[in-house]
């Protein structure tokens, strides 16, 4: 997922695996450590710095077939924040006390409602999650990654209209009704460390 390279030399572009955090535990461990329900669709809503102080957690709370999971760090941000029924709010620090990362909840839900990002990309496409987006408004990169996402991860443009509205079951439906893409090498951190490694050695 890059772009604007035209004016470099082509034989000095390496192009990297994914660069991606991946769970190491089962969906059904990550699950019952948190005490998420065994058997529910769960969709993330994972939103990072980005703020959703005008999202009402409310309209999401009479979604068929599936159970909403946020963060207490995105549910304070949002009104009608809290657990309910259909929303479960998790505290973020009692995850990564519980020995949990992010990467392990996403590895717990059939999918993540985001806005594009390549960190969460990635990492769904790492962990086998369907990815949700809606338009994040004027991003450099947004274009590059909408355009590179499907050959990585299942992924479904929700309108901003729906997304507010909680008109999210369609979306949903049709998501992971997709056939999922060729699981993609992650270990880009990995090839980055030993080229750069091999580098050094050839400076020495």
């Given at each position: 997922?890059?772009?604007?390279?035209?004016?470099?030399?082509?034989?000095?572009?390496?192009?990297?695996?994914?660069?991606?955090?991946?769970?190491?535990?089962?969906?059904?461990?990550?699950?019952?450590?948190?005490?998420?329900?065994?058997?529910?669709?769960?969709?993330?809503?994972?939103?990072?710095?980005?703020?959703?102080?005008?999202?009402?957690?409310?309209?999401?709370?009479?979604?068929?077939?599936?159970?909403?999971?946020?963060?207490?760090?995105?549910?304070?941000?949002?009104?009608?924040?809290?657990?309910?029924?259909?929303?479960?709010?998790?505290?973020?620090?009692?995850l990564y006390r519980a020995g949990m990362r992010y990467e392990d909840l996403v590895?717990?839900?059939?999918?993540?409602?985001?806005?594009?990002?390549?960190?969460?990309?990635?990492?769904?496409?790492?962990?086998?999650?369907?990815?949700?987006?809606?338009?994040?408004?004027?991003?450099?990169?947004?274009?590059?990654?909408?355009?590179?996402?499907p050959r990585y991860v299942r992924s479904r443009f929700i309108p901003q209209a729906d997304f507010?509205?909680?008109?999210?079951?369609?979306?949903?439906?049709?998501?992971?009704?997709?056939?999922?893409?060729?699981?993609?090498?992650?270990?880009?951190?990995?090839?980055?460390?030993?080229?750069?490694?091999?580098?050094?050695?050839?400076?020495?």
């Open positions: 997922m890059w772009g604007g390279f035209a004016q470099f030399d082509p034989s000095r572009i390496i192009d990297l695996p994914l660069v991606a955090r991946r769970s190491n535990r089962g969906r059904n461990d990550v699950r019952q450590a948190l005490g998420l329900p065994p058997d529910d669709r769960l969709v993330l809503l994972s939103f990072g710095g980005f703020g959703l102080s005008n999202f009402d957690l409310g309209a999401l709370a009479r979604l068929p077939g599936w159970r909403v999971v946020s963060t207490g760090q995105v549910g304070a941000r949002a009104r009608g924040g809290g657990a309910t029924d259909e929303i479960i709010e998790l505290d973020e620090h009692a590895a717990a839900c059939e999918a993540v409602a985001t806005k594009p990002g390549y960190g969460i990309i990635a990492e769904c496409a790492a962990n086998g999650a369907g990815l949700l987006y809606t338009s994040r408004g004027h991003f450099a990169e947004y274009d590059v990654l909408v355009e590179a996402m507010h509205a909680g008109r999210w079951a369609p979306h949903l439906e049709a998501l992971v009704a997709m056939q999922a893409p060729t699981r993609p090498r992650v270990d880009g951190a990995e090839v980055a460390a030993e080229l750069l490694v091999r580098q050094v050695g050839r400076r020495q």
